[in-house]
């Protein structure tokens, strides 16, 4: 059956399918859906930005590129900022307060690919089960990862997910996370600037688990008690 995200398919439907070891796949938005939306858009406004999901990650914005180049020239600007989750939707209410203070569709697109390295995520899984299916680990080793209770901690910057570390139990994957992220912000002279400029803005988010987000919100909360941070 096809499940359409926002229109059949919700969250808490999806981890519900995920808990009861539904085979789930996904696949790109469909071409024809993307173009009436832009048609729709492009009805009231006289040019889009569509920001789609990083391309290291999907091949959903290499199809979205072809297609403004081709049929929209001019009109529909696609910006691979190579973003997802919190950053990609920091990056949408980034391009809005630069159209609100009247820049220009090309202007934004090029502020946008300046500062696509200006983000990173750490991601701490609950299980190797997904990772396993993925093919990012063996079988063997999300066997031996669950008897352990091993949790990986992996980074999101730019097009690559990658490994960052391993740890036993939830609370040391946040305070991995924490750690990994202060380290950062020493390290990264762009992140160390906004901290100083207090610009730096982080973000929390979760996948099925409110209380596990919320776990790691009073971390941060607790750390960095001058910054703003969205859940």
Same mark, same amino acid.
């Given at each position: 059956?096809?499940?359409?995200?926002?229109?059949?398919?919700?969250?808490?439907?999806?981890?519900?399918?995920?808990?009861?070891? *539904?085979?789930?796949? #996904?696949?790109?938005?469909?071409?024809?859906?993307?173009?009436?939306?832009?048609?729709?858009? @492009?009805?009231?406004?006289?040019?889009? !930005?569509?920001?789609?999901?990083?391309?290291?990650?999907?091949?959903?914005?290499?199809?979205a590129l072809q297609m403004a180049q081709e049929d929209y020239p001019g009109r529909?600007?696609?910006?691979?900022?190579?973003?997802?989750?919190?950053?990609?939707?920091?990056?949408?209410?980034?391009?809005?307060?630069?159209?609100? *203070?009247?820049?220009?569709?090309?202007?934004?697109?090029?502020?946008?690919?300046?500062?696509?390295?200006?983000?990173?995520?750490?991601?701490?899984? =609950?299980?190797?089960?997904?990772?396993?299916?993925?093919?990012?680990? #063996?079988?063997?080793?999300?066997?031996?990862? #669950?008897?352990?209770?091993?949790?990986?901690?992996?980074? !999101?910057?730019?097009?690559?997910?990658?490994?960052?570390?391993?740890?036993?139990?939830?609370? *040391?994957?946040?305070?991995?996370?924490?750690?990994?992220?202060?380290?950062?912000?020493? *390290? =990264?002279?762009?992140?160390?600037?906004?901290?100083?400029?207090?610009? @730096?803005?982080?973000?929390?988010?979760?996948?099925?688990?409110?209380?596990?987000?919320?776990?790691?919100?009073?971390?941060?909360?607790?750390?960095?008690?001058?910054? @703003?941070?969205?859940?």
């Amino acid at each position: 059956k096809l499940y359409l995200e926002g229109k059949n398919m919700d969250a808490e439907t999806f981890f519900a399918f995920q808990a009861a070891d *539904a085979e789930i796949k #996904t696949s790109m938005p469909p071409i024809g859906e993307l173009a009436d939306l832009w048609d729709q858009l @492009l009805q009231a406004y006289t040019s889009v !930005i569509y920001i789609p999901m990083s391309s290291g990650l999907s091949n959903s914005c290499h199809t979205a590129l072809q297609m403004a180049q081709e049929d929209y020239p001019g009109r529909v600007f696609v910006v691979d900022n190579q973003r997802i989750s919190v950053t990609q939707r920091q990056s949408v209410l980034e391009a809005k307060a630069m159209a609100d *203070a009247g820049m220009e569709s090309e202007e934004i697109c090029q502020k946008l690919l300046d500062t696509k390295l200006d983000a990173s995520i750490y991601i701490a899984v =609950d299980t190797l089960k997904y990772l396993r299916r993925g093919g990012r680990v #063996t079988a063997a080793a999300a066997a031996m990862g #669950t008897v352990l209770n091993i949790k990986p901690v992996l980074k !999101i910057k730019g097009e690559k997910l990658d490994a960052f570390a391993k740890v036993r139990g939830k609370a *040391a994957a946040r305070e991995e996370m924490l750690r990994a992220l202060k380290n950062e912000i020493v *390290a =990264d002279p762009q992140l160390a600037k906004a901290e100083r400029n207090g610009r @730096l803005g982080l973000g929390v988010a979760y996948t099925g688990d409110r209380e596990e987000g919320e776990a790691m919100a009073a971390v941060l909360q607790s750390a960095f008690p001058d910054h @703003l941070f969205r859940m």
